[in-house]
């Protein structure tokens, strides 16, 4: 158990609909990162918040957004969905702001849009 | 732009074995690289980490050697065993995107009997 927790682990949802996935950082941990995993790809940076700041921004689509709250979760917004947006979506968490801090990973939420 | 490669999707090797597993980078400024290990249905976890001022890093089974002329990492386990069998991620950041992780495709280890 990493300590970070996602949640819902699976989603089915329809095209064109949105969803919102949500992410509970370790304790104590300040940063959060949001991944993408499409099939057979390597994990896909989206965002970064730190302490409640975006910090760092990949290639993150318009039609999705993040954000973190004081209680340092966050929540990743998707929009407007495509069948291209189904993949698994993990959140990850560490103590500092840079990348080189050993990340501790949930077990994803696997997003299915049909 | 696949800023970190690894070549080999698949790998298979006997029990007490060493498995080589390599990345290759082509970003001159990764100065940090990292391997984690995913189970199916888990997120992944960390396993061992190099800094660029470094050309291995040992712990335990687990070596990770760098080339930085040759842009070039290889994780080394030894003795490999069946509980070793996952995706094996490769991943580097660095001056200019030290708040991320980018990360290579992956290859699959499987440890066999």
């Known amino acids: 158990d990493s300590g970070v927790t996602q949640t819902p682990k699976h989603l089915i949802t329809a095209t064109g609909q949105r969803v919102t996935l949500r992410c509970s950082p370790r304790?104590?941990?300040?940063?959060v990162y949001w991944y993408q995993q499409s099939l057979d790809q390597g994990l896909q940076f989206l965002i970064q918040?730190?302490?409640?700041?975006?910090?760092a921004k990949g290639n993150i689509l318009e039609r999705f957004s993040a954000q973190q709250f004081p209680d340092l979760h966050s929540e990743l917004n998707l929009s407007s969905l495509e069948l291209g947006d189904s993949a698994l979506y993990f959140c990850?968490?560490?103590?500092?702001?840079?990348?080189?801090?050993?990340?501790?990973f949930g077990q994803g939420t696997r997003l299915t849009v049909v | 732009d696949q800023q970190v490669k690894q070549n080999s999707p698949s790998l298979s090797v006997q029990e007490g074995r060493i498995s080589i597993l390599n990345c290759d980078y082509t970003n001159s400024m990764f100065d940090y690289f990292l391997w984690y290990k995913k189970y199916p249905a888990e997120g992944p976890t960390f396993l061992i980490s190099?800094?660029?001022?470094?050309d291995k890093n040992e712990d335990g089974r687990f070596t990770v050697f760098l080339n930085k002329s040759a842009k070039h990492l290889s994780l080394h386990i030894v003795p490999s065993q069946p509980g070793d069998s996952a995706v094996y991620f490769c991943?580097?950041?660095?001056?200019?995107?030290?708040?991320?992780?980018?990360f290579g495709t992956g290859t699959r280890l499987q440890v066999t009997l």
């Open positions: 304790s104590g941990d300040l940063s």
């Open positions: 918040y730190y302490n409640g700041e975006e910090r």
């Open positions: 990850a968490s560490s103590v500092g702001h840079r990348a080189n801090t050993e990340a501790f």
């Open positions: 190099i800094s660029s001022i470094k």
């Open positions: 991943a580097a950041s660095g001056a200019g995107t030290a708040s991320k992780l980018t």
